[in-house]
């Protein structure tokens, strides 16, 4: 393993690839932690180290994502978030609007083509996002404190400084977008992956000593054996596949012959990857939202659909918080996989190449057994999504960690997927250039 990792820098093609992407990863941390204009710094980390880093449930996963960002109100504070969302917008898009699915199907050109309306969907979300969390500091809710200065997070409240601080912190948004395209020419990996694994990672100290500062070290040496069984067992699942055999035909072009092979359709347990998790989260986060904007003047009573919502669906320790949240992931990893898997067009594309799989009509037939195929595979899939995704709230209901723990949810999930998708490309680097590899 060592002398894998000593071949890795003496390669000088790796060498600098690695070498670029951790630069554009340590700029990235640094503008973590610039101030935006007229935020007052000493009052947010005043605000910080009351709440012990943490804020309201609302904002947990942007600022998980933003690295802890979103709360020093810095000029990366929406982090990558906008973009994650732009993404998801646009690929669900492609079931409704026929142009966007045309454009996916032809090829290169096509793709950079929704690649720029994802750019300029990503440059509108975050002027709404930096909008929605000015407004939230100004009003005082973005830290849950009585403190006066959780109140006075913003030093000027003229419209010319908000619409400075909306252009900076959406123009963060762009160069973080830049700067992971940047890294997926030039370095290696992908680089919106490796940015938001950067993002998640940076809080994995700070979450466990915090465990450890609290509970104390028995507990914390507990959650460190317990994190990395998740960790390994997070890894079987990731790398668990089910192999759909297919045979191609042998035809003849001329005196040669072609096909003849045998080769398989590769069906993920996990398909859906940590997207169900974002967008139940997101959909939980809407009552809370909206119950936040209808609180009642000083000395009034609220509203009892506000004061049911705030009791069972902001604070994620609640049964039946957590019971909604389970059945929102299994709903959206059908959901989610039934719009990025197509038998139908597997189906075809097989038929047209004189592919089948064995004892498999080709045609309709096959879609129909492809169909079976993913819906029972799903099903184990979006068990173990919400059983990941529950397991930070299970630890604040039983540790009194941080909604963002560590060793499960969405962070887990990202660094997992990321760290192994890496490790494979560096690996794929080292045996072009007929190394041995970093993976036995």
């Known amino acids: 393993m060592f002398n894998a990792i000593g071949r890795i820098f003496r390669t000088p093609d790796l060498r600098r690839k690695i070498g670029f992407t951790l630069g554009i990863v340590a700029l990235f941390r640094l ?77 290169q050109a096509g793709q950079g083509r929704l690649t720029q309306y994802t750019r300029y969907l990503t ?103 317990i994190g990395l069984v998740i960790v390994v067992a997070v890894v079987f699942v990731e790398q668990s596949q089910r192999r759909v055999p297919v045979q191609y035909a042998k035809r003849m072009v001329g005196r040669r012959t072609y096909g003849g092979n045998n080769t398989y359709i590769p069906i993920k347990v996990n398909m859906a990857g940590v997207v169900p998790v974002i967008f139940a989260s997101s959909l939980l986060y809407l009552p809370a939202l909206i119950a936040q904007f209808n609180q009642p003047a000083q000395g009034e009573d609220p509203q009892p659909w506000v004061t049911w919502i705030t009791n ?19 709903g959206f990893t059908y959901f989610y996989v039934a719009i990025t898997f197509n038998p139908d067009e597997v189906a075809e594309n097989m038929k047209k190449y004189g592919g089948f799989i064995p004892g498999i009509r080709a045609g309709r037939p096959t879609a129909e057994y492809l169909d079976y195929v993913l819906t029972r595979i799903t099903l184990p899939g979006s068990l173990y999504l919400g059983i990941v995704a529950l397991i930070p709230l299970i630890a604040l209901a039983l540790v009194g960690a941080n909604a963002n723990f560590p060793f499960g949810g969405a962070s887990i999930l990202i660094i997992v ?15 072009q250039r007929h190394y041995e590899g970093l993976l036995r």
């Open 123 to 225: 440059i509108a979300l975050g002027v709404l996002q930096s909008t929605t969390l000015i407004t939230v500091a100004r009003s005082g809710a973005l830290f849950p404190s009585t403190d006066p200065a959780c109140s006075a997070l913003i030093t000027n409240d003229a419209w010319y400084a908000i619409l400075l601080m909306v252009i900076t912190m959406t123009a963060g948004t762009g160069l973080i977008m830049w700067m992971g395209e940047l890294i997926t020419e030039r370095g290696i990996g992908n680089g919106m992956s490796l940015l938001i694994f950067t993002s998640i990672a940076a809080t994995f100290p700070g979450s466990l000593w915090a465990i450890g500062i609290s509970r104390g070290w028995d507990i914390f040496a507990m959650v460190l054996a």
């Open 312 to 330: 069972y669906l902001t604070q994620g320790d609640h049964p039946l918080y957590m019971l909604l949240y389970f059945l929102l992931i299994v």
């Open 417 to 431: 997927g990321v760290g192994l998708e890496t490790v494979k490309q560096i690996d794929a680097q080292l045996q």
């Open 31 to 107: 503008g973590s932690f610039i101030p935006a204009p007229f935020v007052d710094f000493g009052n947010v980390q005043q605000c910080l180290a009351a709440n012990q880093g943490g804020a309201s449930g609302l904002y947990d996963l942007v600022n998980l994502f933003s690295g802890g960002a979103l709360l020093q109100l810095s000029v990366f504070a929406l982090g990558i978030m906008p973009y994650i969302t732009a993404s998801i917008i646009v690929q669900l898009l492609r079931v409704v609007i026929p142009h966007f699915e045309t454009l996916y199907k032809e090829g």
